[in-house]
């Protein structure tokens, strides 16, 4: 174990390597949050336990949650393009803490349902900013493992705050609401004190910019589109893990306290394998690192039907886990490289809210399939849909390919990364 986890110091030196001292800021900024996100994983418990909701009732609320979600890689994209990530940054972070105390002390149900919504959108409002902000201040050269850092780094977060909420509740779902708002606060001072503006300066508006909003500029984009799709696709089959899996695999005979530990596999494995993962991925094109991705997750989730015991669900998580890890950084590169350095924002905004989107489709399709044509269905549904995400990450490579060389004769801002 001291050799392991000398060797992961090292990787990480070697990985943490020339970037900025901004990017350190955002990355410290992200550790602090995450290490107080308390609230999210727990809301259901609490609107059940605490406020006495039914269960019907707690689920729309989290919908609602959701919703707000969704909303947020729209405009928080389109202000860090508008006003600047700074500025987008501190008050979505600010305004997220003061919704965070809001459903915390909210007693009717309207007040509950409407701070939800609002959580979801102030709360998620920053992290369009974060990835534009990281594209204007890292090297095109270093993005991809920068943002594999700042995925990790979230893991690491995550995977602390759990076990911390657990010994917070102790003092009362109101404590996890108030340290929740806090960490959120104080990353927003971390910006204010530390982060300078980092928009580029915008290009001069198109001549019917007037008539069209510059957060639907993604979706007009063909090759972003084509992009988009497989990744949605492989975030659904992804999101299967947070109500379809934990369904199933107790159905089977696994105790909560297995399955838990199996999930806890999958954080691991980030905190253990993303700094070493970072390099590797570099090597290779990212179209083939994405058709991996969504491979490996597809394949992973689809051997959840060959049964319920801890070795082989343990394995299954094994596989999806490095579908995630293979996907998360190069993604955003990827992303970084197709918005016009003006619109950053907005696309990293389409990108998040295809996650959001995912979130709130998931576990509606995934019960329903399995209500309908049961487990077996579901997971083989899950690896088919993954080997055709695969495979149309493969075969839309070209055009991201012919867009990437017709940019980099005007710009010299893209990675020299294959697609």
Request: proline share 4%.
């Amino acid at each position: 174990m001291k050799h392991l986890l000398g060797q992961l110091r090292a990787e990480f030196r070697a990985t943490a390597g020339g970037l900025p001292g901004t990017y350190w800021y955002l990355w410290t900024g992200t550790l602090v949050n995450r290490l107080g996100a308390f609230v999210v994983p727990f809301l259901t418990l609490y609107l059940t336990r605490e406020r006495g909701f039914r269960v019907e009732e707690a689920g729309l609320v989290v919908s609602l949650h959701g919703t707000g979600g969704v909303l947020a890689g729209l405009v928080g994209g389109t202000l860090a393009d508008r006003i600047g990530r700074r500025k987008t940054l501190v008050a979505g972070l600010w305004l997220g803490s003061a919704a965070m105390l809001s459903l915390g002390f909210a007693q009717a149900t309207w007040h509950i349902c409407v701070s939800a919504f609002m959580l979801g959108l102030l709360g998620d409002l920053y992290r369009p900013a974060v990835s534009a902000a990281i594209a204007d201040v890292v090297k095109p050269a270093d993005r991809t493992r920068a943002y594999g850092l700042l995925y990790w780094v979230v893991n690491v977060g995550f995977s602390i705050a759990l076990p911390l909420a657990g010994l917070a509740s102790r003092f009362g779902f109101l404590a996890l609401f108030v340290a929740d708002a806090c960490t959120t606060f104080l990353y927003g001072l971390i910006v204010w004190w530390k982060v300078p503006e980092t928009r580029p300066e915008r290009a001069a508006p198109a001549a019917d910019s007037t008539q069209r909003l510059p957060s639907l500029a993604p979706f007009r984009d063909a090759v972003f589109l084509a992009f988009a799709l497989p990744i949605l696709l492989t975030s659904i089959i992804f999101s299967q893990n947070n109500v379809t899996l934990p369904l199933d695999l107790t159905s089977r005979g696994m105790s909560l306290a297995t399955f838990g530990t199996v999930l806890s596999v999958n954080g691991v494995l980030i905190v253990l394998l993303q700094p070493f993962a970072g390099r590797a991925i570099g090597r290779i094109r990212r179209a083939t690192s994405l058709a991996w991705a969504s491979g490996l997750t597809g394949l992973g989730f689809g051997m959840h039907a060959l049964g319920a015991s801890p070795g082989l669900a343990v394995l299954a998580v094994v596989i999806w886990t490095l579908g995630e890890i293979a996907q998360a950084p190069v993604a955003s590169a990827v992303v970084a490289d197709l918005a016009p350095p003006e619109q950053r924002g907005t696309y990293q905004g389409a990108y998040y809210m295809l996650w959001a989107l995912s979130a709130g489709i998931a576990p509606t399709l995934g019960s329903w399939v399995m209500g309908h044509y049961g487990a077996y269905t579901l997971w083989g549904g899950c690896l088919a849909v993954g080997v055709f995400a695969a495979g149309w990450h493969l075969a839309v490579a070209d055009a991201r390919r012919h867009r990437m060389e017709a940019l980099r004769r005007t710009r010299s801002d893209l990675s020299a990364s294959l697609d």
